[in-house]
């Protein structure tokens, strides 16, 4: 059974600009998360989905953003970049229950210069 | 609020000696709990969980963890650590009903030959 799979996996984006990151989960899982990884703040939460809805939601600003597809992939979109959005930012895949085991991709490593 | 403490940051063994890693976890009702490890450029790997019955659950690699509900704590084992074990631990805890993980800071464990 395959894994996560995030794409891409390093990214280099100039500040102002916007990103799209993607995550596949693993095959028959309908909920992805993504996380935020820094070495100030850690593994922080950004946002679920599930079924394509947002089921919850860190605190993070708006610019901050989520979807996701009816097969259950996801894209998480970052506009007007700030030095402070680099980090490692991981997907975790889980079957969708009330609270499940989270299966995490690779990541995507994202620095804004 | 819901809050993870790892009180180690860096843990130091040497290949062959047992470890214990500490996690304790702020949390009013029954925690979900979860121990990730992280080596270098990677995603989270689960280590193990806990979700209720007994309080002893083991996990791969040879790892286990004890849930102390008077203590509030999550603390892993393992009683011969590999030099392959050197990588950064999280724990976590899912508030009830919620599919979103709160991590602690994290303990680097280095492997002395």
């Known amino acids: 059974k395959a894994g996560v799979t995030q794409t891409p996996r390093y990214l280099i984006k100039t500040r102002g600009q916007q990103v799209t990151l993607s995550c596949s989960p693993i095959?028959?899982?309908?909920?992805v998360s993504w996380y935020q990884q820094t070495p100030g703040q850690g593994l922080q939460f950004l946002f679920e989905y599930f079924s394509e809805t947002q089921r919850n939601k860190g605190n993070f600003p708006g610019r901050f953003s989520g979807r996701q597809f009816s097969n259950s992939r996801s894209e998480m979109n970052v506009s007007t970049l700030e030095l402070g959005d680099s980090a490692l930012y991981l997907c975790?895949?889980?079957?969708?229950?009330?609270?499940?085991?989270?299966?995490f991709g690779q990541g995507t490593r994202l620095t804004v210069v | 609020a819901q809050s993870v403490t790892q009180p180690d940051i860096h843990i130091t063994v040497s290949e062959g000696a047992s470890l214990e890693l500490r996690c304790n976890y702020s949390y009013g009702a029954t925690p979900y709990l979860f121990w990730y490890v992280q080596s270098p450029g990677q995603g989270l790997q689960l280590l193990l969980k806990?979700?209720?019955?007994?309080?002893l659950v083991q996990g791969i690699k040879g790892f286990e963890a004890e849930f102390k509900r008077s203590q509030s704590s999550f603390n892993l084992r393992k009683p011969s650590v590999h030099w392959s074990d050197a990588a950064e631990y999280f724990c976590?805890?899912?508030?009830?009903?919620?599919?979103?993980?709160?991590f602690g800071a994290g303990t680097r464990l280095a492997v002395h030959p």
């Open positions: 095959s028959g899982h309908r909920s």
């Open positions: 975790a895949s889980s079957a969708g229950g009330r609270v499940t085991e989270a299966f």
């Open positions: 976590a805890v899912a508030p009830e009903g919620y599919n979103k993980l709160i």
């Open positions: 806990y979700f209720s019955g007994d309080t």
